[in-house]
C-alpha cells in the first residue's frame, strides 16, 4: 500500500472536519468557555488522527487483512462445518469482550439504568455477537441468500422489540453499532471474504457478515432487559449528557490510556494469530513475519489514532454541540438550521474518517472488480449519515420517540431488498456497522450528548448510533437500484 497515498486521503477526509470545527469554535462557542485550550488540543488531534489512521490502515492491510481471509479459507478446507462455527463463535465472543467501545458502552449504561450491570451487559452483547457471527458464516458456507438471512433476522429482532421498554430500544440497537470496533470490523470482513473464496460463492462476495453479526447484540440486549423485568427501564436523575462534557485530559495522559485501549483491542486476535498459525493457517515463515508487523503497525497507527480521539476529538465535539443546542432552545428557526446542518455536515465528513469505512471501500472496490467505486460508495455513505445525525438532532431538540424512526426506516430497508441487488444489500448492512466506528461514535455522539443536553428535548445519547447505523441501508441499496438500473439500460443500448 502507498503510504502517502493513505496518508493525503486520511487528510482530505480529516481537514474539512477541522476546518467545520475552528470556524464554529470562533463565532459560536462562548470565550469564557469553562473548556479553556479545547481549541488547540483538537488542532493537535486532528494531526494525531491523520498519521494514526495512515499507520493502522497500513497494519491492517499487511496483518489483520491476511490472517482473516487465511483463517477463513483454512476453517473451510477443514470440511468441518462444526469446526467452523464453533470457532466463529469462540471469536465472536473474545473480540467483543474486548473491545474498547464495549466496555465505555456499559459503564454509559449502567450510569443511566443502575439495575443493568456491565459485566452481564457485556457478556451478553458478546454472546449475541459471537451466535449471529456463526449463523453469518453458515449462510456464507451453505450458500443462503443474504436477503432472507437478514429479513428473518431483523423480522426477529423486530417482534422481539415489540416487548421491550421504549428506553431500551435505543440502547439495544445502539449495542449493534457498538460492536463494530476498528479492529473486529476488518477481521470479520476478512474472514467471510476468506470463507466465500473457498466455497466459490460470488452472489454477494462474502460480504453481509458484519451486518448479520450486528443484529446479535441487539437482540441479545433486548433479551437481556426483558429477563430484568420493567423495573430496569427507570432513569437515574444523574444521567444525561454533562458527564460527557467534562474536559479530556491532556495529549500525553490520553495516550496512556490510547496504548491500553489499542492492546486490548489486538490481544485477542493476536492470541489467536498464535494458535491458529501451527494448527490452521500454515503461513511460510516469510508470511508470518508481515503478518506480525501487519499487527505492530495497526497497534501503534490506532494508539495514535485513539489518542487524538480522547484527547480532544471528543471533548470538541461536546462543547460544539452544547454551545448549537443551546442557541437552539434559547432562539429562533435560523439556530435550530444550524444545529441540523452542522450535525448534518459533520456525520457527512466523519464518516470518511472511520478506519473501518475505509478498509470496506477497498474491499468492496476489489471484490467487484472496480464496479463499485470507493468513491461513489463514500459518497452514499456520507449521505446517510449526514441524515441520521441531523434527525439526530432533531430529536435531541424536539424529543420525538426513537421508534417513529427506527419502524419505517428498518421496514423501508426490508422493502428496498426486493430491488436492490444481493451484493449491495450486503455492503449496505455491513456499512450500518463501519459506520458507527470510533470516530463516529466519540465526536458526533458526543456532539450529539452536548446538544441534547442543552437542547429542548434533552433526550439523552442512546439512538444516536442507532440512527447512524440505519440510514446507510436505505442509501448504499438506493445505490445498488440506481447501478442496476444503468447496468440495464447499457446492456439494452448494446443489443
Known amino acids: 500500500m502507498n503510504l502517502w497515498t493513505k496518508f493525503r486521503e486520511t487528510a482530505m477526509s480529516v ?8 470556524i464554529l469554535g470562533i463565532f459560536v462557542v462562548p470565550e469564557n468557555s469553562a473548556a479553556a485550550g479545547w481549541m488547540w488540543r483538537f488542532l493537535v488531534s486532528s494531526v494525531l488522527l491523520v498519521f494514526g ?38 471469536i465472536g465472543m473474545v473480540v467483543t469482550a474486548a473491545e474498547p467501545d464495549i466496555q465505555v458502552f456499559g459503564d454509559q449504561v449502567h450510569g443511566v439504568f443502575p439495575s443493568v450491570r456491565k459485566l452481564p451487559l457485556v457478556l451478553s452483547i458478546a454472546i449475541g455477537v459471537g451466535a449471529f457471527l456463526s449463523l453469518g458464516l453458515f449462510r456464507i458456507a451453505a450458500r443462503f441468500s443474504v436477503k432472507a438471512t437478514l429479513l428473518v433476522s431483523y423480522a426477529a429482532l423486530g417482534a422481539l422489540a415489540c416487548f421491550a ?28 471474504l476468506g470463507v466465500a473464496a473457498s466455497r466459490a460463492t460470488d452472489r454477494d462476495g462474502g460480504f453481509g457478515l458484519t451486518g448479520v453479526a450486528s443484529v446479535g447484540p441487539v ?67 516469510r508470511q508470518f513475519v508481515r503478518i506480525v508487523s501487519g499487527f505492530a503497525w495497526a497497534f501503534i497507527g490506532l494508539s495514535i489514532f485513539l489518542d487524538g480521539v480522547n484527547g480532544g476529538f471528543m471533548q470538541a465535539g461536546a462543547i460544539l454541540g452544547s454551545a448549537l443546542g443551546g442557541r437552539a432552545a434559547a432562539g429562533g428557526a435560523a439556530d435550530l438550521a444550524l444545529l441540523l446542518g452542522t450535525g448534518a455536515a459533520f456525520g457527512a465528513i466523519v464518516v470518511c474518517a472511520e478506519p473501518a469505512v475505509w478498509i470496506l471501500g477497498d474491499q468492496v472496490e476489489n471484490v467487484s472488480g472496480g464496479a463499485v467505486p470507493r468513491r461513489s460508495l463514500l459518497l452514499f455513505l456520507s449521505t446517510g449519515t449526514a441524515a441520521a445525525i441531523a434527525i439526530a438532532m432533531a430529536r435531541a431538540a424536539y424529543g420525538f420517540p426513537l421508534a417513529a424512526v427506527l419502524i419505517p426506516g428498518y421496514a423501508l430497508a426490508m422493502l428496498l431488498m426486493a430491488r436492490s441487488p444481493s451484493l449491495f444489500t450486503a455492503i449496505a448492512f455491513d456499512s450500518g456497522g463501519v459506520a458507527s466506528g470510533p470516530l463516529t461514535s466519540t465526536f458526533v455522539l458526543s456532539f450529539a450528548l452536548g446538544a441534547s443536553g442543552a437542547g429542548r428535548g434533552g433526550t439523552g445519547a442512546f439512538g444516536v448510533i442507532a440512527l447512524v447505523a440505519l440510514f446507510p441501508l436505505l442509501a448504499i441499496q438506493a445505490m445498488g437500484i440506481a447501478v442496476e438500473r444503468k447496468r440495464k439500460r447499457a446492456t439494452k443500448q448494446t443489443r
Open 219 to 285: 437482540m441479545a440486549v433486548l433479551a437481556y432487559v426483558l429477563v430484568l423485568g420493567p423495573g430496569a427501564a427507570v432513569e437515574t436523575a444523574a444521567g444525561g449528557a454533562a458527564t460527557h462534557t467534562a474536559a479530556s485530559p491532556d495529549l500525553a495522559a490520553a495516550f496512556g490510556h490510547a496504548l491500553r485501549e489499542a492492546a486490548v483491542s489486538i490481544a485477542p486476535l493476536f492470541a489467536m494469530l498464535c494458535i491458529a498459525q501451527p494448527l490452521l493457517l500454515h503461513a511460510t515463515a
Open 15 to 22: 481537514a474539512p472536519v477541522a476546518a467545520i470545527t475552528v
Open 53 to 90: 489512521l495512515t499507520l493502522f490502515l497500513a497494519g491492517v492491510d499487511s496483518g489483520v487483512e491476511p490472517m482473516g481471509e487465511r483463517l477463513g479459507a483454512a476453517l473451510t478446507a477443514r470440511r468441518s462445518l462444526s469446526l467452523m462455527l464453533g470457532a466463529a463463535f469462540v
Open 165 to 192: 421498554p421504549e428506553q431500551f430500544v435505543g440502547v439495544a440497537f445502539d449495542s449493534g453499532g457498538a460492536t463494530t470496533g476498528p479492529m473486529t470490523v476488518p477481521f470479520v470482513m476478512a474472514l467471510g
